[in-house]
T-cell receptor, first 116, second 116 residues
Framework: DSGVTQTPKHLITATGQRVTLRCSPRSGDLSVYWYQQSLDQGLQFLIQYYNGEERAKGNILERFSAQQFPDLHSELNLSSLELGDSALYFC???????????????FGQGTRLTVV | AQKITQTQPGMFVQEKEAVTLDCTYDTSDPSYGLFWYKQPSSGEMIFLIYQGSYDQQNATEGRYSLNFQKARKSANLVISASQLGDSAMYFCAMREGHSGYSTLTFGKGTMLLVSP
């Protein structure tokens, strides 16, 4: 058990809908990272939050947004869903948000999103 | 250019043998970190081992060791005494960043199959 909790584990929804994925980081970790894993794109970094603030942005679509709350849990919102958004969405957490600070980064079990 | 290159799509090894999974990286940052993850068929991402760019010694964690050759920009994972449970996808990742930002960039992975 990595200590990073993601809910739900599975999600099936229709095109055009909106979903929210939730992530609780390990106790003491201030950074949360969101990744998307699809068969054709591999593991793609979406966005990072550190202590409530957006720190880095990757290949995140405009239809997607995220936030980190004062209790440090994070939510990834996916809207106007398309078939191509079907993927495994991972959350990872680490202690620092700074360069060179982390010697480990733990992932949650992922949320498998299927858009039909 | 690819930041992380894993040239072996698949590797086969017999139980109890050692196996090396290749990873080369590309960065101009003098300070960076290299991570290896295991992803079994169940989907979770399991952190295995970390190597910092300034670490003088190769990292080891149980049966896992990292063969770090900085000049060649390679960070190969060595699994000694393979077990059936080692069959999984293995990802190499790099953390680099500047001005307090850090993300993990992943390679495309190597599928390892351990046979009896």
């Amino acid at each position: 058990d990595s200590g990073v909790t993601q809910t739900p584990k599975h999600l099936i929804t229709a095109t055009g809908q909106r979903v929210t994925l939730r992530c609780s980081p390990r106790s003491g970790d201030l950074s949360v990272y969101w990744y998307q894993q699809s068969l054709d794109q591999g593991l793609q970094f979406l966005i990072q939050y550190y202590n409530g603030e957006e720190r880095a942005k990757g290949n995140i679509l405009e239809r997607f947004s995220a936030q980190q709350f004062p209790d440090l849990h994070s939510e990834l919102n996916l809207s106007s869903l398309e078939l191509g958004d079907s993927a495994l969405y991972f959350c990872a957490s680490s202690v620092s948000g700074g360069f060179g600070g982390d010697t480990e980064a733990f992932f949650g079990q992922g949320t498998r999103l299927t858009v039909v | 250019a690819q930041k992380i290159t894993q040239t072996q799509p698949g590797m086969f090894v017999q139980e109890k043998e050692a196996v090396t999974l290749d990873c080369t990286y590309d960065t101009s940052d003098p300070s960076y970190g290299l991570f290896w993850y295991k992803q079994p068929s169940s989907g979770e991402m399991i952190f295995l081992i970390y190597q910092g760019s300034y670490d003088q010694q190769n990292a080891t964690e149980g049966r896992y060791s990292l063969n770090f050759q900085k000049a060649r920009k390679s960070a190969n994972l060595v699994i000694s005494a393979s077990q059936l449970g080692d069959s999984a996808m293995y990802f190499c990742a790099m953390r680099e960043g500047h001005s307090g930002y850090s993300t993990l960039t992943f390679g495309k992975g190597t599928m390892l199959l351990v046979s009896p």
